[in-house]
């Protein structure tokens, strides 16, 4: 049985396209960093007990220094190379269909996948995408590394929201349209 | 001595960044085919008497057998290959910066450049956009043509205007900032 959990991508880009230079230089997001502007993201982990991510992106997370996730959200690590389990962090490398199935047939809060490019373009490609919260920067990155990386079927979306924000971020959110 | 001439990337693009599929399909622009809803083409087109764009896409125009564009504005088609005027149409393959440049020592209104990707590609490679409006259709198209190729330098933008419509699209305005 299903219920209601939704798996969501919440992630900025800049109007290009880009998360990150090549060197995952990601230093455009401070076009809009804001003392008290979280664009939303406080609010939005509040409905989220589950994070996936990709395991390059955890990496750059650990290096960076942050204590993150807060709390007591479960963490998955998507790898190749299995690793034993730490605290709330679990590395997986299995079907990601199954992973996603087994949130669903639990109650829970919401699924954030929190990228990189080739964890998104995985859950893209099993069509397991939910809702789609993009923020785009107002810079012109010029190269880097894309959040969508093509080669990937058509899919319908709508449009539930959209919001400009002083430093000129535009936040969308889309929801996935599966039943047309 | 320049006056205030604008050259203004007008385009419209799935949210992951596609002008097209690969074989020039724009099927998913019908997502946001409204009745009597033209996005603000119409007001806008009153503020251009120039516009410039690449051959392929003005071949694919012709083959479409719309008239266009209507009233007395000069179109410069970008191409490899001459060919003579025809009536308000110029076949151009020159230097753009040189183009845009005498365009700019002239008064007159603004200039629309209405793609394709090579051509907003030069046009970004030697920093001729002064502003993009971009409409985003609420489509993931999934490949295609994308609007940015990429391998290009940064340019930092300012956001001046957001707008969302009935149908999910949503249109962006930003202006090139030189000064900064």
Request: proline share 2%; with cysteine; aromatic share 10%.
């Amino acid at each position: 049985m299903q219920n209601d959990r939704k798996l969501i991508l919440y992630i900025a880009m800049s109007l290009d396209g880009y998360i990150a230079k090549h060197d995952d230089d990601i230093s455009f997001l401070s076009a809009v960093e804001q003392e008290g502007e979280d664009y939303g993201y406080s609010k939005f982990i509040e409905t989220i007990d589950t994070v996936i991510l990709g395991r390059k992106t955890y990496d750059k997370i650990l290096a960076m220094g942050i204590d993150w996730p807060d709390g007591d959200r479960k963490v998955y690590v998507l790898t190749r190379t299995p690793k034993p389990d730490s605290g709330n962090i679990q590395f997986y490398f299995g079907s990601l269909t199954d992973l996603i199935s087994t949130f669903k047939s639990k109650e829970g809060k919401n699924i954030y996948c929190d990228g990189g490019a080739e964890t998104v373009h995985q859950l893209l490609q099993e069509d397991l995408i939910d809702e789609l919260t993009i923020s785009i920067v107002p810079v012109f990155l010029g190269d880097g590394i894309r959040l969508f990386k093509g080669g990937l079927q058509e899919l319908k979306l709508q449009l539930v929201n959209v919001k400009s924000f002083e430093k000129g971020l535009v936040q969308m959110r889309y929801i996935r349209m599966r039943n047309l």
